[in-house]
């Protein structure tokens, strides 16, 4: 009879003195802050943004609690596995609290929609335009490929779209736009295919916007805040048929 017992699971243990001090963290912060606000970021936008980095941060160390609880080491009984998902799942909840602590003091309690405080969001300023490009580019050129028809004020509807967001809402919104593409990938392929470059419709003024990568981000806030985005559409004098023409191509596509 083999009295062998398997061996131990091995554990990356870290000791408290190499992790980071709560004085180093407070200089961190502090530094962010002022570094932030000398390229004009408004220290209440700027601590929502830490704030929320914080929350991220713990959403993925709770996501990482998940693959721990599901990794009961084999061979050691079912009061040890109950034990151990136990402990991960406390764990997981304390972490999930101490996210959403972190959201609502970046964001408030009550925050109003995004729709009611568009009108004193700070300005959309060059690198928040440069930005939204690198993000929105890649992802238009996986529905429809690159067109002579691009509109010439693209720059000016990217500044509509960054208009309905705060500071921090900016910073988090290439994942936003990812994460829109993804979900909706059926619906974006055939909206591009019936009117985008190369369609039948294509040099129809109406729906001029999807000739430019733009249109992703702009199809984005017609799903998230349309009473938002009309209104800075409306500030920054754009050609109303162009939001009204991918408006109605959108709802014509079969999906939620």
Same mark, same amino acid.
């Given at each position: 009879?083999? #009295?062998?017992?398997?061996?131990?699971?091995?554990?990356?243990?870290?000791?408290?003195?190499?992790?980071?001090? #709560?004085?180093?963290?407070?200089?961190?912060?502090?530094?962010?802050?002022?570094?932030?606000?000398?390229?004009?970021?408004?220290?209440?936008?700027?601590?929502?943004?830490?704030?929320?980095?914080?929350?991220?941060?713990?959403?993925?160390? +709770?996501?990482?609690?998940?693959?721990?609880?599901?990794?009961?080491?084999?061979?050691?009984?079912?009061?040890?596995? #109950?034990?151990?998902?136990?402990?991960?799942?406390?764990?997981?909840?304390?972490?999930?609290?101490?996210?959403?602590?972190?959201?609502?003091?970046?964001?408030?309690?009550?925050?109003?929609?995004?729709?009611?405080?568009?009108?004193?969001?700070?300005?959309?300023?060059?690198?928040?335009?440069?930005?939204?490009?690198?993000?929105?580019?890649?992802?238009?050129?996986?529905?429809? +490929?690159?067109?002579?028809?691009?509109?010439?004020?693209?720059?000016?509807?990217?500044?509509?779209?960054?208009?309905?967001?705060?500071?921090?809402?900016?910073?988090?919104?290439?994942?936003?736009? =990812?994460?829109?593409?993804?979900?909706?990938?059926?619906?974006?392929?055939?909206?591009?295919?019936?009117?985008?470059?190369?369609?039948?419709?294509?040099?129809?003024?109406?729906?001029?916007?999807?000739?430019?990568?733009?249109?992703? =981000?702009?199809?984005?806030?017609?799903?998230?805040?349309?009473?938002?985005?009309?209104?800075?559409?409306?500030?920054?004098?754009?050609?109303?048929?162009?939001?009204?023409?991918? #408006?109605?191509?959108?709802?014509?596509?079969?999906?939620?």
């Amino acid at each position: 009879m083999n #009295s062998e017992q398997p061996p131990p699971q091995e554990v990356n243990v870290v000791h408290p003195a190499t992790l980071v001090h #709560s004085a180093d963290v407070v200089n961190a912060k502090t530094t962010l802050l002022e570094l932030l606000a000398r390229t004009g970021v408004p220290a209440d936008e700027a601590g929502r943004l830490l704030a929320l980095v914080e929350a991220g941060a713990l959403t993925e160390a +709770h996501g990482d609690l998940a693959a721990v609880e599901a990794g009961v080491p084999a061979g050691k009984g079912q009061r040890y596995a #109950s034990g151990w998902q136990d402990c991960a799942r406390t764990a997981g909840d304390a972490l999930l609290r101490r996210a959403d602590r972190a959201v609502r003091e970046a964001l408030g309690p009550d925050a109003p929609p995004v729709a009611d405080t568009a009108h004193v969001h700070p300005p959309v300023a060059g690198v928040d335009v440069a930005r939204a490009k690198v993000a929105v580019t890649p992802l238009y050129l996986t529905f429809t +490929h690159e067109s002579d028809l691009d509109p010439e004020v693209s720059d000016e509807v990217l500044v509509a779209v960054l208009g309905t967001m705060s500071t921090a809402e900016r910073a988090g919104y290439a994942g936003r736009l =990812a994460e829109f593409a993804e979900g909706r990938r059926e619906r974006l392929t055939l909206l591009y295919a019936e009117y985008g470059p190369g369609s039948d419709v294509s040099i129809h003024g109406r729906y001029s916007l999807l000739h430019s990568p733009s249109s992703v =981000a702009v199809l984005e806030r017609l799903v998230a805040a349309p009473a938002a985005l009309r209104e800075e559409w409306d500030l920054g004098e754009l050609p109303p048929v162009w939001l009204e023409g991918l #408006s109605k191509a959108w709802e014509a596509q079969p999906g939620d």
